[in-house]
């Protein structure tokens, strides 16, 4: 060969190297978006702000929530806080506004966390709704008395489309304002809140107080809409130098779940069917090990999914199983190891999960073929596979998770360190959009937009 061929033979090599390079890359290598925000500084709103005014009236309802109260969406609970005293549980509903032809009647229960009395908490289910129908409701008494309204969702239906929303970590700094006067513009029917909620844990003496200012805070959409609650790290509030030691204390006493609905045996983890989704609620911070009750119930409720009815399998936990970010890496690893193969083998669509102070996609991979000995340590491109999303952007005062490993992994499609929310747009049995949206100081900016094609149909 003379030396101008074997020059272009090695050019040729290298080009179609090149060239390969180029295909593995657009297959394989996800975005690390290099948006960087403005301003971040996590300021907490003062106590004394609008955002946490206390209703006027002597000891009116403050507080409200709703959440859904059984299995199929025709039940919703309702939940306040009177601080003054007990007053009334009861709830007035109806479908026309001031015309209240039903009545309910709540519990309300109260606890102390070292120095810090809680207010008096109620809790009231309404039961036997109707779909797809708006209904008031009124609590407190005389000229305490306040109103509000909630839409029921469509009866169960594989094609019944819905909008639900994706919030996590939340917290009560002007980032947490901005996603949540973002998320309510975003035509969102149901919240999946993927937990961590006031980070009231954060501040002095583990004060209860900021409970309550977030409890008002987040008001203004969970009054009128359900928020489905996952429990975080910040719910635990485990304080034996305080004398508190049991667990989850105020988020129990805060926020019911209709978890004996789905056959579970605690608040902490419980399924909820709605619309065309069957959603799963899960404890990071519970046991979960084989045999284990959580384990036990997660494995009899997967067998309960009946795709035909609710195409769109969700799966809601705190600590992401797939994240590549330096904060919090790996620490849903045992997790992943208990319930993977189960997850791979009932086909979930997708998998949300906070904790993480960024966003982050995965593409559809599972890692279930590692075993201690096999040696085949790298998850690997798995169609039966969930996609993983960390929605942990919510805006709290702890700031963003701004370091991502420096080498983006295979398995990550998207991430970004910036505050914002997401929504899942169920359409049909086969078709849901997906997009997450950056708080973009003042904008909603959508940023991460896929369409997501049922793993079952
Ligand atoms: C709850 O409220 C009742 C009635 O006011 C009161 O007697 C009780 O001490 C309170 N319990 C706690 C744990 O604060
Ligand atoms: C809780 O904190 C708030 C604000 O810092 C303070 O006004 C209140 O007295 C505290 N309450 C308790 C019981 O420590
Ligand atoms: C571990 O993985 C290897 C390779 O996939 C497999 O042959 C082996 O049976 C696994 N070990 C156990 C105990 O499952
Ligand atoms: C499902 O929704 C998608 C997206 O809107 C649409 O393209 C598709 O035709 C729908 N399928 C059916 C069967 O209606
Ligand atoms: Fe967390």
């Known amino acids: ?137 009124k609590i407190g008494t005389g000229d305490s008395a ?131 989704a069957h959603i799963i609620v899960l404890s990071s911070y519970s046991p979960f090990v084989v045999y284990t009750p959580q384990w036990h119930w997660l494995r009899d409720e997967l067998k309960r999914v009946d795709r035909e009815k609710t195409p769109w399998l969700i799966v809601l936990m705190h600590a992401p199983l797939y994240n590549s970010n330096e904060g919090h890496y790996m620490e849903g690893e045992s997790m992943r190891v208990a319930f993977e193969s189960w997850f791979v083998h009932y086909k979930v669509d997708v998998i949300f999960a906070g904790h993480v102070h960024a966003y982050e996609r995965s593409y559809r991979i599972s890692n279930i073929n590692y075993n201690i000995t096999s040696g085949s340590r790298y998850p690997v491109p798995d169609k039966s596979a969930p996609v993983y999303i960390t929605v942990g952007d919510g805006g709290n005062q702890e700031g963003l998770a701004v370091r991502f490993s420096e080498v983006q992994p295979d398995y990550s499609a998207f991430r970004e360190a910036s505050y914002g929310h997401s929504t899942l747009e169920l359409k049909n049995r086969t078709h849901a959009f997906y997009r997450w949206n950056r708080n973009d100081d003042g904008k909603q900016v959508p940023t991460d937009n896929v369409i997501f094609h049922n793993q079952y149909w």
Request: hydrophobic fraction near 35%; charged fraction near 15%.
């Open 1 to 137: 060969m003379s030396k101008v061929a074997a020059l272009q033979s090695s050019f040729h090599l290298l080009f179609f190297f090149v060239i390969f390079l180029c295909l593995v890359n657009t297959i394989f290598s996800g975005v690390t978006s290099s948006f960087t925000r403005s301003e971040w500084p996590a300021v907490d709103i003062p106590l004394d702000s609008k955002e946490f005014a206390v209703p006027n009236n002597q000891n009116a309802p403050q507080q409200v929530h709703i959440t859904q109260g059984d299995y199929d969406g025709k039940a919703v609970i309702v939940s306040w806080v009177t601080n003054t005293g007990p007053g009334s549980s009861e709830v007035l509903y109806g479908k026309s506004q001031n015309k209240y032809d039903h009545g309910a009647q709540g519990k309300s229960t109260n606890y102390t966390f070292f120095d810090y009395k809680s207010g008096y908490i109620h809790h009231c289910l309404l039961d036997g709704l109707e779909h797809d129908t708006k209904y008031y409701y």
């Open 146 to 276: 306040r109103e509000f309204w909630f839409q029921t969702p469509p009866e169960i239906n594989p094609d019944a489309p819905y909008t639900f929303g994706i919030i996590g970590d939340l917290g009560q700094t002007y980032n947490s304002l901005s996603t949540l006067e973002h998320y309510m513009q975003s035509g969102g029917q149901t919240v999946l809140f993927v937990g961590d909620l006031s980070y009231a844990d954060r501040y002095e003496c583990n004060n209860g107080t900021r409970w309550d200012s977030w409890g008002r805070f987040v008001e203004r959409s969970v009054a009128y809409q359900p928020w489905i609650w996952t429990a975080g790290n910040h719910e635990i509030e485990y304080r034996p130098d305080l004398g508190e030691v049991s667990t989850f204390k105020p988020f129990l006493h805060r926020h019911a779940t209709p978890y004996e609905a789905s056959q579970s045996s605690s608040p902490l983890w419980y399924a909820i069917r709605r619309a065309s």
